[in-house]
């Protein structure tokens, strides 16, 4: 089983490129198989979640190939609108192959995601969205058939809750419908705003993205065009939080700020200096960070619920107490038990966990529950005294691409073996 060494204390210097965007990557990868035609995406990160939705396309009869962190796939013809479990169970968001397979297809076939290690993911918004706009859904013994009869409706969908996925999945659709679509309380991440910009340079005509009332003009067809795909902002979170956990000074390169907006003054309260010029941001912490008050996870442009566990592992050596309130998932503290083995004094209470900044954290033995609480270990460990062991990486391969490869340039020491 791999598992990552690290002796913490090093500082980090130099400058780094911030990968590609995990979250704009999959829907962006989905939507390609709305263009029957070719498209080139650069900037896509290597990471084991776009292995799995190329392993999805590939069963769909699609052509995908990757040179270095280009992919190109060609979805011209596509034999099947089905997804299997075992390619369903490799990662759970590929229920945003839903929307695409009802609007290429007329029909898709999958089982139910279920729940995963953040707590329950219910999908009810996607399916009662597709339901408003004529799909005929069925759930039966843990699969999910969908139909369209005639046409796609157009319609007006006010999500009760402004979730990402179930945006996607509307946009998704919609933009193969007889008509105009309206979307009220859609999900405003920069995620979206991709999306919409790959779709409308393959045809598409969607205005809107970015703020809460996205409208989508349907259209007959689409074709492939070449995108780049957005810098991941949690990528770039994670490193300033190892950046600022270990009193260090790094450039972080192809970083757009307005997409840290949540995150850059909880940096700065920690007392760090950030300076940012043509797509650089640079980083430089001071000897001791000070406490953050509250962090309150919330749908963007709010503080994003993946920042959430990596930013709780800089503050456990802050100087004071941070509270934090996570709003978004049930089960998103998992990580605290293993940071509070390297010596850190967090006590969570439901959705409230407090962190008591302490003078020091010391290396042991723990294990990546989850994506973003794997990242967390990272960064506490290499600010900790002594040798941490993290198992679990394949849960961090999901979402960082060759991490210690990237920390290890920045001078960390850090060994996967
Ligand atoms: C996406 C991101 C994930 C991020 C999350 C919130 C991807 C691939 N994943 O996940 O990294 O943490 O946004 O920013 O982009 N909900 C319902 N019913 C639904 C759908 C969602 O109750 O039909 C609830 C969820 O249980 C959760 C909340 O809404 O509590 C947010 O979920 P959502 O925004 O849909 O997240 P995802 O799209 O799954």
Known sequence: MAKLLITGGRKLSGEVKVQGSKNSTLPILAATLLCEDESVLYNCPKLSDVDASIRILRYLGCKAQRSDNTLIVDTSNITKSDIPHDLMREMRSSIIFLGVLIARCGRAKMSLPGGCELGPRPIDLHLSALRQMGIEITEQHGELECVVNDFIKPSKIALSFPSVGATENVMLTAVKAKGTTIITNAAREPEITDLADFLNSCGARITGAGESTIVIEGVSKLHG?????????????????????????????????????????????????????????????????????????????????????????????????????????????????????????????????????????????????????????????????????????????????????????????????
Do not use: W
């Open 225 to 417: 065009c070449c995108h780049s795909i957005i810098p991941d902002r949690i990528v770039a979170a994670t490193l300033m939080s190892a950046i600022a956990a270990t009193s260090s000074s790094v450039t972080l390169d192809g970083v757009i700020l307005s997409h840290l907006c949540a995150l850059i003054p909880v940096f700065e309260q920690a007392g760090c200096e950030l300076s940012y010029k043509e797509g650089k941001l640079s980083v430089s912490a001071p000897y001791k960070l000070r406490s953050p008050k509250l962090i309150r996870t919330m749908p963007y442009p709010g503080f994003p619920t993946d920042a959430q566990a990596p930013i709780m592992a800089m503050t456990c050596k802050s100087n004071g107490l941070t509270v934090f309130v996570e709003n978004i998932f049930e089960s998103r503290y998992k990580h605290v038990d293993e940071l509070n083995r390297l010596g850190a004094n967090i006590k969570v209470e439901g959705k409230v966990a407090v962190v008591d900044g302490v003078k020091h954290l010391s290396g042991a033995n723990v294990q990546a529950l989850d994506l973003r609480g794997g990242a967390a270990l990272i960064v506490a460990a290499l600010s900790a005294q002594g040798q941490t062991e993290i198992l679990g990486l394949p849960y961090l391969e999901r979402g960082y691409e060759d991490f210690e490869v990237v920390l290890e340039s920045l001078g960390a020491d850090i060994k996967k073996i």
